[in-house]
């Protein structure tokens, strides 16, 4: 058989290096991805200690509650008014003028039309 010669020896060696090389990078490489995936990392703790979650949440939960609250507002006093009170008459009527409002606007502008009108006429005529 042939003899390894120096430079078939220094390319076994540098593929050698290449598959080390590789083999501590692909290992660097899934240390990064745990280190990195912060569901996983939050799932495995919580399955983990789960008690320690729950307590955290509720201190948190509390301490939200106290700094978040709103204050009682204090009723105002009743103040009495002087004025009277209508009753059902009134409210009838007032209800009544409100709903004829549009109807007076209208038959007003009729009105002021048709006197406009005649006078614009007369004058026509006089002249």
């Known amino acids: 058989m042939a003899q390894p010669t120096e430079k078939s020896k220094q390319i076994a060696e540098l593929i050698k290096q290449g598959e080390n090389s590789r083999l501590l990078l692909g290992d660097a490489n899934s240390g990064l991805i745990k280190v990195l995936d912060v569901p996983s990392r939050i799932r495995s703790s ?11 949440s509720l201190i948190a939960g509390i301490a939200a509650s106290l700094l978040f609250r709103r204050r009682k507002k204090t009723a105002p006093e009743r103040i009495f008014s002087t004025t009277k009170e209508h009753g059902l008459v009134h409210g ?16 007003a502008t009729k009105l002021l039309k048709d006197y406009l009108t005649r006078r614009m006429c007369e004058s026509s005529h006089g002249r």
């Open 46 to 56: 919580l399955t983990g200690a789960p008690s320690k979650w729950l307590g955290g």
């Open 92 to 107: 009838i009527l007032a209800l009544v003028f409100t709903l004829s409002k549009p109807a007076i606007k209208i038959y």
